[in-house]
């Protein structure tokens, strides 16, 4: 490999951003188209309503209709820009924490939450929402992209896909060898980690001694950048060139330098293993307020405009509400469905069995 070609692949020294914590332009790097007005307003408007879905849906789990949930309160402006970096064409893999994203790109909201209600492993249509199911184990679903995106390339489509993953995936060997399977075969997909400081506890400090996750993508031959996950317009003009690149047959690794303002999950103590003064500061931060002060600013957005984006996050969460309460009508028998293309004999023989001991309760 040359040195200008590696030094093609390298991140920005530091991470890319546009706005100030106080919503003040700054100087960003060369090589990047700054989103539309139109578009940062969109992106306000579903960071509004995604906000106060991710508000919902933790309430949910202390009325015991979610099992568990993983809020991505902080990381607003990595859910949403990345779903609006997608086209319709194109693939989502998300995570267990990445439902907001899921939501803002049009699935429903109740099937989107079937995983953490445990009604289903996926409770919604993959290939009608082009979405995979989410991902628990950490970093699977990287390999699984990069081979849809290969699939999709060897179609001659210009699909891409997009695969959403935290800091201690990184961590994973899959991680690794999607990095290299999506170099060596030109697969267009794009990598994003969200890196929020802790995988669950462990600090990133005690995951990597690389000066940015970023840098990963290097040594694979994967064109690589870093930015702030808490600045929306740089979280969408990284994406967008992201994306660009992936289209051409050149895999993209995204690192959002972001936080996690909750704790891991419902069933976890935060306080065990980091500093409130640390939340704090990333408080002031905080996407949805910094792009809120950028579009007042320059009178893009009115409190009228605000007012509206508020209501409809309402009368989606009072939606929500309603139809997670009503109990789930689901068939044991589905949990065979979906395992295999073609059942196996076993398969088909265990499913008999329930069927038998389900019409005997029946009886």
């Known amino acids: ?59 949910l789990t202390k009325q015991g209709r979610l099992a568990v949930y993983p809020s991505s309160r902080g990381q607003e402006a990595c859910q949403i820009a990345a779903a609006m970096a997608l086209r319709e064409d194109d693939w989502l893999f998300p995570t267990y924490r990445d439902t907001m994203a899921m939501v803002s790109r049009g699935l429903d909201p109740v099937e989107a939450l079937g995983l953490l209600r445990g009604d289903a492993h996926c409770g919604y249509d993959p290939n009608a929402t082009r979405t995979a199911p989410q991902c628990t184990p950490l ?37 690794h060898e999607a990095l290299n399977f999506a170099a060596v075969f030109e697969a267009p997909v794009v990598f994003l980690v969200q890196n929020n400081g802790f995988a669950i ?35 969408l003009a990284v994406l967008h060139k992201a994306f660009e690149h992936a289209r051409a047959g050149r895999p993209f690794l995204v690192e959002a330098h972001t936080y996690r303002i909750e704790a891991h999950t419902n069933a976890d103590d935060a306080t065990r293993y980091r500093d409130s003064a640390d939340v704090d500061r990333w408080l002031d931060a905080d996407p949805l307020s910094r792009l809120d002060k950028h579009l007042r600013a320059s009178g893009a957005l009115t409190d009228e405009d605000v007012a509206e984006f508020q209501a409809e996050g309402e009368r989606l969460a009072a939606d929500l ?24 004999t076993q398969l088909v023989e265990q499913r008999d069995l329930l ?9």
Do not use: C, W
């Open 1 to 59: 490999m040359s040195d200008h070609l590696a030094t093609d692949l390298l991140p920005s020294a530091t991470p890319v951003r546009y706005l100030a914590e106080d919503g003040t332009p700054v100087d960003g790097p060369a090589g990047y188209t700054q989103p539309s007005v139109e578009e940062l307003r969109e992106a306000y408007r579903r960071m509004v309503v995604g906000r106060r879905f991710d508000t919902q849906a933790t309430a």
């Open 139 to 175: 970093s699977t679903q990287t390999l699984h992209a990069t081979g849809l995106a290969y699939a999709l390339r060897r179609k001659g489509t210009d699909s891409a896909t997009l695969a959403l993953i935290g800091d201690g995936a990184t961590s994973e060997g899959d991680f």
């Open 201 to 235: 506890s462990v600090p990133l400090e005690k995951q990597s001694k690389a000066p940015s996750l970023a840098y990963k993508g290097v040594g694979y031959g994967v064109r690589s950048e870093q930015v702030d996950g808490n600045d929306p317009v740089a979280m």
């Open 321 to 344: 509400r309603s139809r997670m309460n009503a109990e789930p009508h689901l068939d044991p028998l589905a949990l065979f469905d979906h395992v295999y293309a073609r059942p196996t």
């Open 355 to 363: 069927a038998a001991e389900l019409k005997a309760q029946e009886g």
